[in-house]
């Protein structure tokens, strides 16, 4: 299985000790790598272990680490930036680069020396490509319920690409990874736009678990863990189930100072209020929805802002600035 371009590595890895007026011999006089592990590093022949790749970035200054996974083979897109990559899509609702990541994904397969040798990493391609156009195809039309039983097909095939004998309602037996929980994601909100609330629920509270399991390893799913937080509230909002929705955006506005993290504070906020609101509180929620207004405005986001006020009111009360 071919994970890495080890004679690319290599060659930057001999570049970087020369440019260091270093000798193979003075490596090993240094940090001890003895001269066969290095010339078969510097050959392209070997992986080097983590340690190794430790004690180089600190004799050549230099992120050794890093620079070995930016010479992983095409599919490192669904393996590693993918995360990132997916996240600014959701996180900034721009689905404009979506075109482009497709592409991305044919022509690694494509491509002979880009595509990935192991039917494993190629399905996980396979998948990432299939969720980037499910969620293309989702925001054509995202708030209508019609034509959505295509898209949830989809996912289940998706979803079978890694998970042979995967059937939804049993998700709970699974270990699922970035991609995997995103597809489910998307079905919850299939589910909630068939206001089949109480089964989106069950599935959101078995993300949650895995999700929050996760990023004990990976601070990549800190923003799916935002996402599910607040479908979970959207769904108790749904229910009229007020008291539920106000944990639930507690639970999420913790995360957000937990982890310094205040890019969906204003939506946790948002919910929030016009939960306090139904629950007859309406002095704390207008001090919420001012304080949501004003988290937009300091991060820039003046239209929303303006939405947010605008929907206070006209459904809710004025808010006063």
């Known amino acids: 299985m071919k994970l890495y371009q080890l004679d690319k590595f290599g060659e930057d890895i001999r570049k970087i000790r020369i440019e260091s007026n270093l000798s193979q011999a003075d490596v090993y006089d240094i940090i ?63 689905f404009s680069h979506i075109d482009k990541a497709i592409k ?26 299939a969720l980037v156009e499910i969620i293309q195809e989702f925001n054509i039309n995202p708030n209508s319920p019609l034509d959505k039983d295509p898209l949830v097909i989809k996912i289940n095939r998706a979803l079978e690409l890694t998970i042979s004998d995967f059937i939804m309602n049993q998700i709970d037996s699974y270990s699922l990874d970035f991609i995997e929980i995103r597809l489910l994601i998307i079905y919850c909100v299939i589910l ?5 609330y109480q089964d989106a629920l069950i599935t959101l ?5 895995k999700t929050e399991n996760k990023l004990y390893y990976d601070q990549n799913y800190l923003d799916l863990l935002f ?19 106000v944990s639930s955006c507690d639970k999420g506005l913790q995360i957000c100072i937990e982890h310094s993290d205040y890019s969906l504070m204003h939506a946790f906020l948002f919910r929030k209020a016009v939960a306090l609101f139904n629950l007859g509180e309406k002095e704390q929620s207008e001090q919420l929805i001012k304080q949501c207004i004003t988290i ?14 605008k929907i206070f009111d006209m459904m809710y009360f004025s808010v006063e600035e």
């Open 32 to 94: 001890g790598i003895s001269q066969d592990t290095l010339r078969r590093i510097e050959n392209g022949y070997t992986i080097p272990k983590f340690e190794t790749l430790e004690y180089l970035s600190l004799l050549y200054k230099t992120d050794i680490v890093t620079m070995l996974s930016k010479t992983r083979i095409g599919h490192h897109y669904a393996l590693g930036n993918i995360t990132q990559t997916l996240n600014d899509m959701i996180l900034n609702n721009d």
């Open 227 to 245: 996402k599910i937080h607040f479908s979970i509230a959207y769904c108790h909002h749904r229910n009229d189930n007020h008291q539920s929705v």
């Open 104 to 129: 991305f994904v044919n022509d690694t397969i494509s491509d002979d020396n880009e595509r990935p040798s192991d039917q494993m990493l190629l399905n996980k391609l396979f998948q990432f490509k």
């Open 296 to 309: 937009l405005k300091i991060i820039g986001n003046e239209p929303l802002a303006v939405q947010y006020k």
């Open 205 to 209: 509270e078995i993300l949650l678990k």
């Open 192 to 196: 909630r736009l068939k206001t089949n």
